[in-house]
């Protein structure tokens, strides 16, 4: 029995599965992922120069309008059959599934999954960078790149978690949580770099799930994997949750 059969039988007897996405979920809606080398955004910056609070407190402009773009972009994409296929067993199979995901394009709450824990925040979102006095106030606020307040000059900047900064507590303990009690964890379209998000593959291990890896590249997670698709989401995940 191939690879994909059996963990086909795994989904189908699984009583919980987590699911833990990263970049190379929308790689097939036309959205550049973080690493690869051919279309990654690395390439064409520093992470240092954009993706931190003292960049933006550096430069708010530079930042401002590059989340700016991204946004524009991931507007004007869709999701994927990759992303399809998560919500469809979401909606089939009520409770059964937990998707965690890396990636702030909103395309899994697009395509249904409106649960997905969210654990680098949203790029269609933005919150104030200090914290916020009674002058700060959303009804007025002066336009701008970035918009900021009149009173204080408080700045609006996107809620994405940056480099250095904490994840949402509550998303995360929710994610750890489901990494502990899954029977199954499948790992999609991941680098498994950056931490605390990675190390949910390894939470899951320890605590007797197997888990599966959908990524055509190897990555650092293959170690506890239980077998490794070296597939993409987009055609991957419909054989896999169908
Ligand atoms: P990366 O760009 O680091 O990794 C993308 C992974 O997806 C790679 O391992 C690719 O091999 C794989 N991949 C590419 N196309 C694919 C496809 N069609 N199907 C399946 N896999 C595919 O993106 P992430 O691992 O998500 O953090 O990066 C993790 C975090 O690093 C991001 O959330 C971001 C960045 O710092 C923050 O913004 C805080």
């Known amino acids: 029995m191939g690879d994909t059969d059996a963990v086909r039988g795994w989904v189908r007897d699984a009583r919980h599965i987590a699911v833990l996405t990263g ?6 809606s036309g959205v550049p992922t973080f690493r690869d080398a051919q279309t990654g955004l690395w390439a ?4 240092q120069e954009l993706a931190t609070e003292s960049a933006f407190r550096a430069h708010p402009q530079r930042v401002w309008d590059w989340y700016a773009h991204r946004r524009d972009m991931i507007r ?7 992303h399809a296929a998560l919500a469809a067993f979401a909606r089939q199979h009520p409770g059964r599934q937990t998707l965690i995901t890396q ?6 709450q697009r395509a249904g999954n409106t649960d997905a824990l969210a654990l680098h925040g949203s790029i269609a979102e933005d919150r104030w960078l200090d914290v916020p006095r009674a002058c700060c106030r959303l009804d007025a606020l002066e336009a701008g790149h970035p918009p900021r307040c009149p009173v204080c000059g408080n700045l609006r900047r996107p809620a994405v978690v ?3 900064e904490n994840l949402p507590a509550d998303a995360l303990e929710a994610a750890e949580h489901a990494a502990r009690h899954c029977d199954l964890m499948l790992v999609v379209g991941t680098s498994g770099e950056v931490y605390p998000a ?12 197997r888990v599966v890896i959908v990524n055509p590249e190897p990555t650092p997670l293959d170690a506890v994997a239980e077998t490794c698709l070296r597939e993409t989401a987009a055609v991957c995940l419909p054989v896999l949750l169908g």
């Open 76 to 82: 004007a994409v869709l999701p994927n059959a990759g």
């Open 162 to 164: 940056w480099f250095g």
């Open 23 to 28: 970049a190379g979920m929308s790689a097939e």
């Open 103 to 108: 990636n702030v394009d909103g395309l899994h």
């Open 44 to 47: 064409h910056f520093d992470p």
């Open 198 to 209: 990675a190390g949910l593959a390894f939470t899951a291990h320890q605590s007797g799930a």
